[in-house]
């Protein structure tokens, strides 16, 4: 017996392309949204072909985690969306292969993806984290490329603001130009003003030569001024004119590659084993500070504490209470009085100075070990991530059934928008502390995976899950709205109704209907007892129903419009929702202890009476008009 199926074959093969094509859309799209955070650090910096080419293929790498999932989702939607718009889901269903069968070489496929994303993110993303990394800050402190813009300063010169009015793209040539220098110092500040210059960079670019012609350089003579005398209008300053004048200005040029490896303490750069090696020994750090802080309130109060916290702090008491610090301060003199507070101010601020420090130290040691641990949640939880989406995606195109790229896309950007919207900020949280960390890592998955697995049981039993009409009938019936007869004439009436048995049984019903409303006493706020703990059953409303149906259908066999016109008016009953808020009894009792939802529901059912007695009463009205119609269809 073979394991793997003909029609295994033909799904698997359906999905493999769809999920090639959308995981590099997929990529490409994430990938051009990454570029977008780093346009700054790209452009204008003249970094080479292999460069740039380095730089794509670290972040693409970086990205595949991401992409999975949302390829996965993707391409389950497109996949089983093209087989149940082709109804080739429904002739499976037909030969009598659930759709469970159908879904389980996708979900093996999906297992598979699973796995490779887990060693994928543990193997190959920390190594291409931490090559990006580097390469990203290489990118930052490279220099940019000389390309002064017209009328406008230009600063990326360090020490030179750069003013040109005209450039000559031809000669390179710089028309009208104004430069501010400051390289040593504020107090030392220059202003050049030339009528043309020439700016070229050095063979190895590492200095730029700074040619000027027929201007004018006003230098401060007086570099001796600080800032409170710096803007005084007698302030001397030199003037010299030149004719030609060459500056030689320091900047490196060239492309310089920080080493990967002082990025290797970022968690995001490890794998599961050396974040496991960094939570150890970052949690023997913060271990260390804590107890050198306790040594040190120990030795602060001169008195050698007990191990338990509790002994301590008696100490801190005892020794508070045993040291007349009154008595001994009203000794002091006065300049020994002012010299103590002086002393105690110092001392108490050095303190304070000491513990932010180590407060500061503690919270980014804390910040650090939070970071390792949901950096080590993420490697599953991204992983689980194409798992979820496959239990969302399959289902969820079994049953819209429709395929291509327009329907699955939205629905597919939507369900990854709310995904993503919960992890981010449930992340957030982990990391700042606020929440727990499993918790917030865990969130998404928590909430995703239950939505899946309603959707592969909808699907598996053809449930018709988007279904409007279904959800407003739901609505109606918990809220307790109306709902009303649409019943049209028959063109062809086989079997009309036999008026004169009608007539009796019409004058029957309204009769009882008449007993019951004089009876029920239905205006009266019911009992709360009875409806949730004692309920019992009233037959004679659920008779009265189904008499009243039944008429209702023989009537509507009428070719009389005014008939047709009168049953539609007539009340659609339920025979139960005024003595029990459900069928099971133990909901009832559930419900009835809980009192604020025991209260909505006691007054839904005194609603229910309150419609129940306004129906009988129309019931009355509507059958008399009835008669008479068709005590004058008789007579005719």
Known sequence: MRFIKKMDLFILKAYLLLFAGTFFICLFIFMMQFMWRYVDELIGKGLSTEILAKFFYYSGLTLVPISLPLAVL???????????????????????IPLTRILQPIFLLALIICGGSFYFQNKIAPEATKQLAALVWSMKQKSPELEIPEGIFYNEIPGYNLFVEHKDPDTGMLYGVMIYSNT??????????????????????????????NGERFRNMDSSNNGTNAFRANV?????????????????????????????????????TEIHHGIDSITAAVDSIGHSIWSNVGRYLNKEFPAHRSDSLVLVQEAANDTPFDSLYMALGQEEKSEAWKKALSRAQQTESEYEFRSLVSADNNYTLRRHHIEAHKKFTLSLACMIFFFIGAPLGAIIRKGGLGVPVVISVIIFIFYYMINVGSEKMAKTGEW????????????????????INRANKDSVVFNIEGYKQFFQKILGLRSHRRLNRKEVVINPPAYTSVRERMATLMADCADYVRNAHLHRMPNYIRLFFHYQEDSTVIDINARLEALVEELHNSKDNVILMHINELPVLVPDAHTRPFHNPRWNIITGLILPLGLFFFLRIWRYRLRLWHDMVQIQKLGSLINERIEKQEYE
Do not use: C
């Open 74 to 96: 993707l391409a389950s939607l497109i996949s089983f969306g093209n087989m149940g718009e082709r109804f080739e889901l429904l002739s499976m269903k037909a030969a009598g």
């Open 184 to 213: 040593s110092g504020y107090e030392d500040a220059q202003i050049v003003l030339a009528d043309s210059a020439r700016l070229q960079s050095t063979a190895d670019k590492m200095h730029l030569v700074l040619t000027l012609y």
């Open 236 to 272: 001397p300053y030199m003037r010299e004119s030149f004719i030609q004048e060459t500056d030689i200005i320091q900047m490196d040029g060239n492309f310089s590659l920080m080493d990967a490896n002082l990025f290797a303490g970022n968690a995001q750069t490890k794998n599961l």
């Open 436 to 455: 727990n960390i499993l918790s917030g890592i865990w969130l998404s998955t928590a909430v995703l995976l239950p939505i899946g697995l309603f959707l």
